[in-house]
């Protein structure tokens, strides 16, 4: 049994080709293999990207429909103040020059200590109720802006002057008091 040297096994007889070819079926091309890796991953990494351009692209068009709304709807307010004629645009600069009016509570306050009137006496100068008043000092509520021109005007009163308006104004009548039964 004695075999010579260079010689295949009976099991592996055949042509070399034979066995390449067999080699080749069962394990695949690296470079195919790689190939299609990078494509996948290529496609995975280009499909984040695109969600989140999609996302930023939703966000511009929602952007974009809200400013076309307020311009329009700004365009709407011009139109009806050019057609509303020269009261409307007296009226529109009167608001404009009451809202550069600006109201502290604590000045408020301060000022009416200043002038050492009580609530009710501040509320008749301003022309509101001597509880609007507390609220305000307190922070409880906020003068309309029909008062601020008053508030301001207020700021500006010495104690003599404060004192000559409440003279001036009508003493109220007081109730008689209740008789007890």
Same mark, same amino acid.
């Given at each position: ?75 709407? +307010?011009? #139109?009806? =103040? &050019? %057609?509303?004629?020269? !009261? /409307?645009?007296? $009226?529109?600069?009167?608001? @404009? ?55 301001? +005007?207020? #700021?500006? =009163? &010495? %104690?003599?002057?404060? !004192? /000559?308006?409440? $003279?001036?104004?009508?003493? @109220? ?9």
């Amino acid at each position: 049994m004695s075999k010579a040297r260079g010689q295949l096994p009976t099991a592996l007889s055949g042509s070399k080709s034979d066995l390449l070819a067999g080699h080749n079926r069962a394990m695949p091309n690296i470079a195919s293999v790689l190939k299609s890796e990078i494509a996948r991953v290529a496609r995975k990494e280009v499909r984040s990207e695109i969600e989140s351009l999609k996302k930023a692209a939703v966000t511009h068009r929602a952007d974009i429909a809200a400013l076309k709304r307020r311009t329009h709807a700004l365009e709407q +307010a011009l #139109r009806r =103040l &050019g %057609k509303a004629g020269p !009261a /409307a645009k007296a $009226a529109a600069a009167d608001d @404009a020059s009451a809202t550069s009016l600006r109201f502290s509570a604590k000045g408020l306050a301060s000022q009416r200590a200043r002038l050492g009137l009580s609530a009710e006496d501040c509320g008749w100068l301003l022309g509101v109720s001597g509880q609007s008043i507390y609220q305000w000092e307190a922070g409880k509520a906020r003068p309309r802006t029909g008062h601020l021109p008053a508030i301001a +005007a207020f #700021r500006a =009163l &010495g %104690k003599k002057e404060a !004192a /000559a308006a409440l $003279a001036s104004r009508p003493q @109220a009548r007081k109730r008689p008091p209740a008789s007890p039964a």
